[in-house]
Nanobody, 121 residues
Framework: VQLVESGGGLVQPGGSLRVSCVAS????????MSWVRQAPGKGLEWVST????????YYADSVKGRFTISRDNAKNTLYLQMNSLTPEDTALYYC???????????????WGQGAQVTVSY
């Protein structure tokens, strides 16, 4: 299993950015996938999750109405569209999924290497 993020960068406050996560080594459409971020000097913060099937979405209050999570199952790719960015959104954004590895339900967490998003003038 491999998750590879891309699309981070520097953007001014109020701007937009999209980060992507390409999954390989498993059928990503069968699993929910999430974005988690870590701001400088802080712990991990869950940002958003998209489910399987109809792709129901969930958002942290801090990003609701500004960020949109989506997935292209044909491309095994997860996206996070970020609008109206503020300096508080500056963080390393990680793609995450949990893959079941046994019939008993044992699972393994997988993380990408992270995409840096910096919001500043």
């Amino acid at each position: 299993v491999q998750l590879v993020e891309s699309g981070g960068g520097l953007v001014q406050p109020g701007g937009s950015l999209r980060v992507s996560c390409v999954a390989s080594g498993f059928t990503s459409s069968r699993y929910g996938m999430s974005w988690v971020r870590q701001a400088p000097g802080k712990g991990l913060e869950w940002v958003s999750t998209i489910g399987t099937g109809s792709g129901r979405t969930y958002y942290a209050d801090s990003v609701k109405g500004r960020f949109t999570i989506s997935r292209d199952n044909a491309k095994n790719t997860l996206y996070l569209q970020m609008n109206s960015l503020t300096p508080e959104d500056t963080a390393l954004y990680y793609c995450h999924t949990r893959v079941v590895i046994s019939v008993e339900g044992a699972a393994v967490d997988h993380w990408g290497q992270g995409a840096q998003v910096t919001v500043s003038y």
